[in-house]
């Protein structure tokens, strides 16, 4: 018996040890599962969101361009430092406004791929409708700490190079500025900006100076008739329309009933002048336009072709928004009679709601022909009494005048253009004397004030003035030989095609 039952205690207690060591090896296995899927959840926690500083000023978005990687939460810290703004990402459903000095924050996930429009949603000026910036989503790797390269020069303590998205900036911790390594500052900096250290998850790092860019061209690319150094974009395509009465509202010796019955000069005739200019690049441009006038007699079909060169914007180190243009005059529809012309235009911000203007220019061969001098050979009989009057050949003149701003879109405008050397006008012969006839030149230098209205890519201004001439060497003259306080009425329009 003893024998018999020995195989059974055997295997019982066999099946009591295997049974007890499955259910220890499946306590295991289930406490590693779960240690498993815990550390899994743990490292699996979302990704931290692409930081980038987006600075918004007139007019344009600092960095212009933002690339981020498909599927990324993206947080934007937009600045506006000039004036308010707005940002707007239609693809993503941003649109957020961001006050003057105010920092807004934006999130969103970057989920489509391909190059979004990043717009301006709030007016901010004439410069609005060109206010845009780009968003590049992309299926590869983003811009993180990983992409960014520093290196030393060792021949040169204190200069760092730093390599981020193929850009490569030398920063000099001695001088505490930074260039591109090719020399050229980055368009988003200031040398005396102070640096921030690039952290991962930021794709892009904004350095805002301690000045920051001042901008101020909320003003047309002329006032009545002095033109203002206001940058041509690249690419656009502006028309530029004028239209001045010839006889004044308050003409001398009336009074107002007469005034009332020539509807204050809108009864006289009137003339028109029409150009055009494009940006070549967003410095050089080039302009032509067409003046019919040129005294109060001769209708003279000038044309005019020039070109002009932007140095200088009011930002930054520079006081002062400076231009150049040179350009020639033909009458007769570009055919005869050529003159040549060089200018400067200068402005300057006094406050934020005024800007002055010089624009000095000569004027060479501005009586080509002594064309405007009285003409001898009319009075053969009397040549010898016949007193000569010289008008000169060339000349010069200094157009002075002042933008105020009365509304964030409407400003007042006024100018002075006082002139050296020919001066048009009107030549009147004096009979008095039969003995010798007397020839005198009457001729005012340009003055005139008007109100002007921006809305967008358009202006208007309703302009008075003493005189009809347009072009660059005849605006500085009264053809009508109007003395200041006498003014005919006109208007300026302005319209950027494209």
């Known amino acids: 018996m003893r024998c018999s039952n020995l195989p059974f205690r055997f295997k019982e207690k066999s099946v009591k040890r295997s049974t007890k060591l499955f259910s220890a090896a499946l306590f295991l296995s289930v406490l590693f599962t779960c240690a498993t899927f815990s550390y899994a959840d743990d490292g699996a926690e979302a990704p931290a969101a692409v930081e980038i500083k987006v600075v918004a000023k007139k007019f344009k978005f600092e960095p212009g361009k933002i690339t981020v990687r498909q599927g990324e939460p993206v947080r934007l810290v937009v600045t506006s430092v000039d004036v308010d703004h707005g940002i707007a990402i239609k693809e993503f459903g941003v649109e957020k406004e961001v006050k003057k000095g105010a920092t807004e924050v934006i999130e969103f996930t970057a989920d489509k791929a391909g190059k979004f429009k990043i717009i301006c949603s709030v007016y901010c000026g004439d410069g609005h409708p060109e206010m845009t910036g780009e968003l590049i989503v992309t299926t590869g790797p983003s811009a993180s700490a990983s992409s960014l390269k520093v290196r030393f020069d ?22 505490k500025s930074f260039t ?32 920051p860019q001042r901008i101020s061209d909320d003003y047309d690319y002329q006032l009545i008739n002095v033109p203002t150094p206001k940058r041509v974009p690249k690419g656009s395509l502006n028309v530029h329309f004028s239209h001045r009465f ?91 009679n050529f003159n040549y012309n060089i200018q400067m235009m200068v402005a300057r911000s006094i406050t934020k709601y005024v800007n002055v203007f010089f ?37 010069g003149s200094f157009g002075f005048g002042v933008n105020a701003k009365i509304r964030p879109s409407a400003s007042l405008l006024f100018e002075f253009t006082p002139r050296t050397g020919f001066k048009l006008g009107n030549v009147l012969a004096d009979f008095s004397n039969p003995n010798e006839i007397r ?9 005139g004030f008007g109100i002007e209205k921006r809305m967008g890519r358009h202006a208007f201004a309703l302009t008075f003035s003493n005189t009809q001439t347009t072009t660059t060497s005849r605006y500085n003259s009264s053809n009508l030989g109007l003395k200041p306080g006498r003014f005919t009425i006109g208007f300026n329009i302005f319209r950027r095609l494209r």
């Open 246 to 336: 010839s006889s004044a509202i308050n003409a001398e010796g009336s009074d107002f009933g007469d005034t009332a019955n020539e509807l204050f000069g809108l009864d006289s005739f009137s003339v028109s002048a029409l150009g055009f200019s494009y940006g070549f690049t967003d410095r050089l441009y080039g302009k032509i336009s067409r003046s019919p006038v040129c005294d109060r007699l001769f209708l003279c079909k000038t044309v005019e072709i020039g070109l002009g060169y932007h140095f200088l914007d009011e930002a930054g180190k520079s006081p002062v928004a400076l231009s150049a243009y040179t350009s020639i005059e033909g009458d007769d529809n570009f055919t005869e």
């Open 439 to 447: 020839f005198t030149n009457n001729s005012e230098p340009e003055i």
């Open 154 to 175: 060792d021949d040169k303590p204190g200069i760092v190079f730093v390599e981020s998205n193929g850009e490569v900036i030398r920063i000099d911790t001695n001088a």
């Open 359 to 395: 624009s000095p220019a000569v004027h060479f061969r501005a009586n080509d022909s002594n064309r405007f001098n009285p003409d001898l050979s009319l009075f053969p009989a009397n040549r010898q009494a016949v007193g000569d009057l010289d008008l000169g050949k060339h000349t």
């Open 180 to 211: 591109r390594a090719d020399g050229s500052n980055p368009a988003i900096s200031d040398t005396n900006s102070s640096n921030e250290t690039a952290t991962p998850n930021t794709a892009t790092v904004t350095q805002e100076g301690n000045k």
